[in-house]
Each structure stands twice: as structure tokens, then as C-alpha cells.
């Protein structure tokens, strides 16, 4: 299993606010690694740009009711954090 943000922390951390809950994907599939390979290599921008970029995807996406592409999206952004930012400065962040 893939190491992600808890959602609460996610949506701390970006600024995220899910009017409505999403599906969650229980696996990390190829499909969201090779979504998460796309952002990281086809945009020449930071890591915390890139993670913005995906939070507009996932409102774009609710706003269009294309709730499994946001959830999708939803589930890369938590797995970039966890990627980036790492267990510790995620602790200096908790939101409990």
C-alpha cells in the first residue's frame, strides 16, 4: 500500500474544501501512478504548484460531477504530499 496524507491533513495543507464527500480508491492503481508520473513530468513547476494545479483539477472535476476523475485526482494529491513533504514535517503540520 502507498503511503498517503490522511484527508483532514490534505485538505489542511492545501486549502482544499470538499463540499461533498468523494469515493476513495482503496488501491493505488496504475492508473494513479501513471497520473502522478504526468504531473511530475510534464509540468515544470514545483512540487507545491503542481499539488494546486491538482486541487483546481478535483473542483473542475466536482463542479463538472465527474466525481471518480476527482477522487482519482484527490488520491494523487494525497500520495504527493506523503512524497514530499514526508512523515516528519507532516507531524510538525498535524491537524489533531
Known sequence: MKKLVDL???????????TQELPEPKIFTKKHSKLYRHYLLDYEESWEDISQLIVVKI??????????????????LRRMLWDFL??????????H
Open 8 to 18: 483532514d491533513q490534505c485538505c489542511a495543507l492545501t486549502g482544499l474544501h470538499l
Open 59 to 76: 473542483k473542475c472535476s466536482i463542479d463538472q460531477h465527474a466525481i471518480t476523475h476527482a477522487a482519482d485526482h484527490l488520491l494523487v
Open 86 to 95: 514526508g512523515p516528519r514535517e507532516l507531524k510538525q503540520h498535524s491537524t
